[in-house]
């Protein structure tokens, strides 16, 4: 072996590394020059036959050679992959701007729609969204929103409850989004102003309620809350959601164990001819419950009453969606009949907000 050999091979093998074309060549010229039984490889195993002097010299000669060739292809491989990328980007980009196929079909369900439309009106007003659990203890859904244990209001949200759990708790399908008020207030400092849209569940069912259905709970707690607050911010919420900038409401006292003072509000409609429109015609529409945050909720969430008020609001997704939408039974929200959802469903593009998409 002489060191013209050495160079010839080198220079060989840096030339097949430049003109390997693929990952796998590269990969092959390794095994072929660097591997167990590789060209240079092959070579230190001539060493043991030479003079320890010409041993030490020529050593030495492989080694650098060895570093040259393992750096060449590592650098190649790298080019190769680099370009192997971006061959693939660009075989998988797709135009986003190209406008949606017209045989899509899929639309968007009412219930997502309206809860978009929702969450778009009062982003616009500074709230954030919380979500919880769908299964929650008695202490979120009940205990901790003051209804007392054996309280008859708790009787009248038909709970689902789980069979007892190993830990002895009867865990339960939340029967309102107000629980995340509780984990809400629990988890983080005020100033708070959430919206909870979410699902819901209560052992009924009939033309106007399903075993599962959906709410949005409106939370808002800091130093300065009032009911005024209150009636402002709902105000604009059903005058933009149901795009009646003149559209009157009216707080009747109500009774929820949460809140002190109570009230529901109604919206102003005629239900002249049998058809129920909104605005303001004389007659009224319930359309929510609200009220400011029971002093002992607040204490059970570690907030100071004296400290800390605010408000709450609890509303069903689908009673304003039939509403606004003119749907007429609650059941067909859920049979997936297709040419329901054709009817009613919303182009998946078109997203609300308050410039655009929330009415139509
Ligand atoms: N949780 C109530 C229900 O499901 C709705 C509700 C009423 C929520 C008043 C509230 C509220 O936050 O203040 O019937």
């Known amino acids: 072996m002489t060191n ?109 729609q309206t809860m978009d439309e929702v969450a778009a009106i009062f982003a616009q007003m500074g709230f954030e969204i919380a979500d919880g659990p769908d299964i929650e203890d008695d202490f979120h859904n009940f205990t901790a929103l003051n209804f007392p244990p054996g309280h008859p209001a708790r009787e009248m949200h038909d709970t689902f409850f789980l069979p007892t759990a190993e830990d002895g708790q009867r865990y339960l399908l939340r029967t309102h989004t107000s629980p995340v008020q509780i984990r809400t207030m629990m988890s983080r400092k005020p100033p708070i102003r959430v919206i909870i849209p979410g699902r819901t569940y209560r052992c009924d069912y009939d033309m106007t309620h399903t075993p599962m259905f959906h709410q949005v709970e409106l939370l808002v707690i800091d130093t ?31 009774f929820f164990p949460f809140t002190e003072p109570s009230a529901e509000m109604d919206i102003g409609c005629s239900r002249k001819g049998g058809e129920l429109k909104i605005g303001n015609y004389g007659d009224w529409l319930e359309i929510l419950g609200c009220g400011m945050v029971h002093p002992n909720v607040l204490r059970a969430c570690g907030l100071d009453p004296d400290v800390y008020q605010g408000f709450a609001a609890g509303m069903g997704i689908e009673r304003i969606a039939m509403l606004k939408y003119g749907i007429p039974d609650l059941r067909t929200f859920f049979e997936s009949d297709l040419r329901w959802l054709r009817h009613y469903g919303f182009a998946a593009l078109d997203i609300p907000s308050v410039t655009g998409g929330l009415t139509r």
């Open 4 to 112: 013209t050999t050495l160079t010839t091979l080198r220079d060989q093998i840096l030339a097949d590394c430049t003109a390997a074309p693929d990952i796998a060549a590269i990969e092959a010229l390794r095994v072929s020059a660097l591997g167990k039984k590789g060209s240079i490889t092959g070579l230190m195993k001539d060493l043991g036959a030479m003079a320890p002097e010409e041993r030490r010299a020529f050593g030495q000669q492989i080694n650098v050679v060895k570093d040259e060739v393992a750096a060449a292809l590592e650098s190649r491989k790298a080019v190769l992959e680099a370009a192997a990328l971006e061959a693939r980007l660009a075989s998988e980009s797709m135009d986003v701007t190209l406008p949606v196929r017209p045989e899509t079909k899929g639309t968007l369900h009412p219930i997502s």
């Open 224 to 254: 300065a809350t009032n009911m005024s607050h209150l009636r402002g911010c709902l105000q604009e919420f059903v005058r933009t959601y149901f795009g009646v900038d003149d559209l009157t409401t009216r707080f009747r006292p109500s």
